[in-house]
């Protein structure tokens, strides 16, 4: 398995770090800057193993990864438009919570934080739709089974922790908390992981 991941790029909710989940929220302009230098990096990198348009290229459906790879694409030089999407890599939803500061969400339910802390993988938070991380790496293993050439992929934060899990052998709590930059691309080569 060959896999180039991208987070999308800062959004607002990004930058006043409230709970983003599967809102579709768009990009700001240091996240359009983040996805173009992103796309940058992939068309400089050397010893490419097949040519950028020899890779299939996909994104989660939401609108800021979409806008993500159509500038990533771009600035690699290829038709920005020329990708699939794949609703396995929606973000995970946070449900109730989304929208808000976990501060905010301190103020009212306390208990719950207190709960995420002690074991955020498979912390559900309130509401419907919320999801655990251990139920979006379900999603992800979905996803990983569809992979079948060389990809290139731009998804989500939460995405990218799952990932750590399942290729790196990261444990869940310690991948549910990994810093995950949006200016930065992550090279999975069969059971290998980092950032480039």
């Known amino acids: ?53 020899g890779f299939d290229w996909v ?30 890599l929606i973000e995970l ?18 208990h719950l934080i207190e709960q995420r802390n002690s074991g955020k993988w498979r912390f559900r938070p309130p509401g419907e739709r919320a999801e655990s991380y251990a139920m979006l790496a379900e999603r992800t293993d979905r996803f990983l089974a569809t992979v079948e050439r060389p990809t290139i992929c731009v998804a989500h934060g939460g995405v990218i922790r799952t990932l750590f899990n399942r290729i790196g052998k990261v444990d869940g709590d310690d991948a549910a908390v990994i810093n995950i930059p949006q200016d930065r691309v992550l090279k999975i080569d069969g059971q290998s992981i980092g950032w480039l």
């Open 93 to 110: 939803s946070f449900g109730d919570w989304e929208g808000q500061t976990l501060g905010e969400v301190e103020v009212h339910s306390p």
């Open 59 to 88: 994104a989660s459906p939401l609108g800021r990864t979409r806008e993500t790879m159509e500038l990533v694409r771009k600035a690699a030089g290829l038709d920005p438009l020329a990708y699939r999407t794949d609703p396995l």
């Open 1 to 53: 398995m060959l896999l180039y991941v991208i987070r999308h790029g800062q959004t607002d909710y990004n930058r006043e770090e409230r709970l983003q989940g599967a809102r579709d929220i768009p990009l700001n302009d240091t996240g359009r800057a983040q996805a173009t230098g992103n796309g940058r990096t992939l068309a400089g990198l050397p010893g490419l193993e097949l040519p950028l348009d």
